[in-house]
């Protein structure tokens, strides 16, 4: 596809059951982001992968969330025992990795619900 | 040293004003400083952005300055519409991008 594609768009759950969102990047692009975005606030980070690197992880709020990226393309993020403080919009961004950075493509985002 | 902080977090300019929002980082190995813009509903866009080999790069009425002594860089919406109110976000990295919190615009008629 042309852009990065996010699924579901939409997502509501009830509290403590577990979902998972999926991301398909930009074909090529090594690096995947996941953020959280609240209503209204700002963008927070979650994890980051970059080709066959470890992922940066150091954004994941609790041991309920995790994320695996397979064949360097899709990516799932998983939350577990959902809570009620989850409930936000989950962006995926894609993007190349070279010297002098490059722009990150961001998906519309899963909104998630919890109730 | 990994933090970009942006502000204010939110700005309201009459239109055909100057909307002004600034960001300052730590981490001197960043060499890449983009601007997204963010509307309702949607996934931020990239909007402009700047390497630091440059102070200043303009597109439109969109301006990015760059002060790369103090660690800073602004962007600079000339003659704002209403159609530019929208979440903003600046950005910096390397390789790996780190963003501000946002600025949220709005233009008043």
């Known amino acids: 596809g042309a852009g990065v594609s996010q699924s579901p768009s939409n997502k509501v759950t009830e509290k403590g059951k577990d979902v998972e969102l999926r991301c398909d990047p930009i074909?090529?692009?090594?690096?995947l982001y996941w953020y959280r975005q609240s209503l209204g606030q700002g963008l927070e980070f979650l994890i980051y992968?970059?080709?066959?690197?470890?992922?940066?992880k150091s954004g994941l709020p609790s041991d309920r969330f995790s994320a695996e990226r397979t064949g360097g393309s899709v990516s799932t993020l998983t939350i577990q025992r959902t809570q009620q403080e989850d409930s936000a919009v989950y962006l995926c961004?894609?993007?190349?990795?070279?010297?002098?950075?490059?722009?990150?493509?961001f998906g519309q985002g899963t909104r998630l619900t919890v109730v | 040293q990994q933090q970009v902080k942006q502000s204010p977090q939110s700005l309201i300019v009459q239109k055909g004003g100057i909307s002004i929002i600034n960001c300052a980082y730590e981490n001197t190995a960043f060499d890449y400083f983009p601007w997204y813009q963010q509307f309702p509903g949607k996934g931020p866009a990239l909007l402009i952005a700047i390497r630091p080999d440059v102070s200043e790069k303009k597109e439109g009425r969109f301006t990015i300055s760059f002060n790369k002594s103090a660690k800073q860089f602004s962007l600079h919406i000339m003659d704002s519409q209403p159609g530019d109110s929208a979440t903003y976000f600046c950005?910096?990295?390397?390789?790996?991008?780190?963003f501000g919190q946002g600025t949220r615009l709005t233009i008043n008629p």
């Open positions: 961004a894609s993007s190349l990795v070279r010297q002098g950075g490059s722009e990150a493509f």
């Open positions: 992968f970059q080709g066959n690197s470890a992922p940066d």
């Open positions: 074909s090529g692009h090594t690096a």
């Open positions: 950005a910096a990295g390397a390789q790996k991008l780190v």
